[in-house]
Nanobody
């Protein structure tokens, strides 16, 4: 599948953003999705993942309770709702997909990547 991420921007600490990831191509097969992020000078890190049906989700400890991942397979789109944003959430956010029911928590677990969308949390 091909992925297109959108929804990034600049927001003040404590604010909210919703990222979207639209999939196209071979969306007729089962594919798991995830969000990762990469801050300047740091490695790409896992944020959240969701299973094909949406029934299984998991989060990194740093975003648990603040971020929510979801998907709408009728629209071939995944979302990342981000609340109570902190300056340390500033990064380029990437959506990822891989064939199967659920993916892992490492970048190597995913075959397909979107182009990234910048999220900046600053006053």
């Amino acid at each position: 599948v091909q992925l297109q991420a959108s929804g990034g921007g600049q927001v003040q600490p404590g604010g909210s953003l919703r990222l979207s990831c639209a999939a196209s191509g071979r969306t007729d097969r089962e594919y798991a999705m995830a969000w990762f992020r990469q801050a300047p000078g740091k490695e790409r890190e896992f944020v959240a993942r969701i299973s094909w049906t949406g029934g299984i989700t998991s989060y990194s400890d740093s975003v648990k309770g603040r971020f929510t991942i979801s998907r709408d397979n009728s629209k071939n789109t995944a979302y990342l709702e981000m609340n109570t944003l902190k300056p340390e959430d500033t990064a380029v956010y990437y959506c990822a997909a891989t064939p199967g029911v659920i993916g892992g928590t490492f970048p190597v677990n995913y075959e397909n990547w979107g182009q990234g969308t910048q999220v900046t949390v600053s006053s």
